[in-house]
């Protein structure tokens, strides 16, 4: 072609006359444009399979589900449907493709809802609470792998059956989610998971015997009802944090992925409401006055530790800000609590201190106040892990008004000690000086020694063999041991002096036979009384019982033994010495025993805790 050719093709000229020639009316071509080419297909795409499974237009998809069907076409259906939404945002409103594809969308829309609803309603057995809890677990104990054949195919694990349809239905309901949510339908999708998934929690929170409950029907509750409503309420708890909220948030948050805002909504509204009443409970029988039966500190501290080991469940399933009343609403419990058994803790010290009784327990044994104090300090101190928080900055009052014996030194004083192990060394203290003073209504002051040695032992003993020894400490222990001692021997200075008295100092000395006669005379009447008096006395406890026969022994039965056979060397007559050495150790064994006196330290009493949940 010649090159002048080439030039008018390839640049036509602009010269007037070339451009008279074109008719200004004539249209140019149709362009022809890539996209609209992809809008065309995106629609007619969806259309093909939106149509198909049209259940107002199609019997066969009004009775079918397209998810348990085929699961193959309903990905596909969920990504013809993504195309349609991104060929409509691609379409200027004028134009006729629009309303075709709204129809669509809305029909798409509708069997979506339909695939929602009986996904979530054939599946309420699969995705129940525990079942979606478990399967997390096993998630996170087994690391996040991306479907259950890799489960299987690494570790060798395979789930059960329920956790895989439980996992098959919640990737389900995810994808059909993010699908209506992306295409403007999500109070669609939100409605029908609301009103499902509440009826769920609402059931399985009835079902724990969680309600509402007023102060006025706790305060006539018997005792054994109370008690069970707090056993029922523990177990709630228990469920509660590990299944039914955490279950529910787990698969809130997988449903809802897609959007914060919508799965803080839906966990709102369905276990909001349950929430609240599940840790109300615990205010109300805090405030309530039904403080009649001496168990309720122990259900009050059981509740108390529920929610404070809870603590960081609670805070992690309800930590969305419309869920802030939950949170806000264990908070209060736990302050409620917290007071409540301050006060309870007050009112046992009065009930110690105002201890009017003026029982003398036969042969000087343990007193029942000091049976049901320890049991109930023994009971308290295994919640020991909550105790510190309830008792933060709690300081003993002035001591002025107890006995100063009784008291450590002021240099000895630790002013630094936790509070619980103040509160507890108070209370001992506080139940030590009473008894002090139940020990003077005893005639013989012997026996009163014999009380206070019975009853500080035992009251050592129960703090050696309960969690209050790791509060008190061993010095405690040890210092408290000390004084069952000085007790135990000035019994046993004012019950058998006289007879110790009756024998010459130094028993291997020669004495005369008028001499040696007078002594032995006086022994057996001395021994013979003291014998008949302390056979009344009882010490419940065998290492403190042996240990009294012993240090007799030492100081009786050692000497006597040597003036007798002193004396029995020299052929002195028998007639005035009627006992033995030997008998002497035989009626010593037989003392304390007091088999039908005294309260023995496992005994119970009309004041000791009965309850059979604690340990006694």
Not at 337 to 358: M, N, P, Y
Not at 393 to 405: F, G, I, Q, T, V
């Amino acid at each position: 072609m010649p090159r002048k050719g080439m030039r008018i093709l390839c640049f036509p000229s602009k010269s007037p006359s070339r451009a008279s020639s074109l008719s200004p009316a004539t249209p140019p071509p149709p362009r022809i444009n890539f996209s609209d080419s992809m809008i065309d297909q995106s629609i007619a795409a969806a259309a093909s399979i939106i149509s198909k499974w049209n259940p107002e237009t199609s019997p066969y998809a009004n009775v079918t589900s397209l998810f348990y069907q085929n699961k193959t076409e309903a990905m596909l259906f969920l990504k013809r449907v993504n195309d349609l939404q991104k060929a409509m945002h691609l379409l200027p409103s004028q134009d006729s493709r629009l309303l075709q594809a709204h129809t669509l969308m809305q029909i798409a829309m509708k069997r979506l809802q339909k695939e929602f609803y009986q996904i979530l309603s054939m599946n309420r057995a699969h995705l129940d609470p525990e079942s979606v809890s478990s399967r997390a677990s096993t998630r996170s104990s087994t690391s996040d792998y991306e479907d259950d054949d890799d489960l299987l195919a690494t570790t060798g694990y395979s789930i059960s059956e329920v956790e895989q349809v439980s996992s098959i239905a919640m990737a389900d309901l995810r994808s059909i989610s993010d699908c209506m949510i992306s295409s403007g339908y999500a109070k669609e999708c939100i409605s029908i998971y609301k009103i499902i998934r509440k009826s769920i929690v609402d059931e399985a929170i009835y079902r724990l015997g969680i309600d509402r409950i007023t102060s006025s029907k706790i305060n006539k509750m018997d005792s054994k009802t109370l008690e069970l409503r707090t056993k029922n309420w523990l177990e709630a708890v228990k469920i509660s944090m590990t299944s039914l909220f955490n279950g529910e948030r787990i698969l809130c948050d997988h449903v809802f992925a897609a959007s914060d805002s919508i799965k803080e909504s839906c966990f709102a509204e369905i276990s909001g409401h349950g929430g609240t009443i599940l840790f109300g409970f615990p205010e109300i029988v805090a405030r309530s006055k039904k403080s009649s039966h001496e168990n309720k500190i122990f259900h009050l501290l059981d509740m108390y530790t529920a929610i404070a080991q809870n603590w960081p469940e609670i805070e992690s399933i309800f930590s969305f800000e419309s869920t802030s009343a939950v949170r806000s609403q264990a908070v209060t419990s736990l302050i409620k609590l917290g007071e409540s058994v301050r006060a309870l803790l007050s009112d046992f010290e009065v009930s110690i201190q105002k201890d009017s009784s003026k029982l003398q327990v036969p042969g000087g044994g343990v007193h029942p106040l000091t049976v049901y104090a320890m049991n109930y300090l023994c009971l308290l101190a295994d919640y020991s892990t909550v105790l510190p928080d309830i008792l933060t900055n709690w300081h003993p009052p002035a001591k002025s008004s107890l006995p100063e014996s009784y008291f450590d030194s002021p240099e000895s004083d630790d002013s630094t000690a936790p509070a619980i192990s103040l509160r507890f060394e108070w209370l001992i203290l506080v139940l030590v000086c009473k008894l002090d003073g139940k020990a003077k209504h005893y005639k013989e002051v012997s026996l009163s020694y014999l009380f206070l040695a019975n009853n500080l032992q035992h009251v050592v003993s129960r703090v050696r063999t309960s969690n209050i020894s790791y509060l008190l400490g061993e010095d405690w222990i040890a210092k408290h041991e000390a004084k069952v001692r000085q007790f135990a021997a000035n019994y046993e200075r004012l019950a058998w002096g006289k007879v110790m008295e009756t024998l010459p100092e130094n028993p291997t000395t020669t004495v005369s036979p008028e001499e040696a006669k007078g002594h032995f005379k006086r022994f057996n009447l001395c021994f013979q009384e003291a014998s008949r008096k302390q056979s009344l006395c009882v010490v419940p406890d065998p290492r403190l019982r042996d240990e009294i026969k012993l240090s007799l022994a030492r100081k009786l039965v050692q000497v006597y033994r040597e003036f007798y056979d002193t004396h029995e060397q020299r052929k002195q007559p028998g007639s005035f010495v009627r006992f033995a050495p030997e008998d002497i150790l035989n009626h010593l064994s037989d003392l304390f025993l007091g088999e039908s006196v005294g309260v023995d330290s496992s005994s119970s009493s009309s004041t000791s805790l009965s309850n059979p949940r604690h340990r006694v």
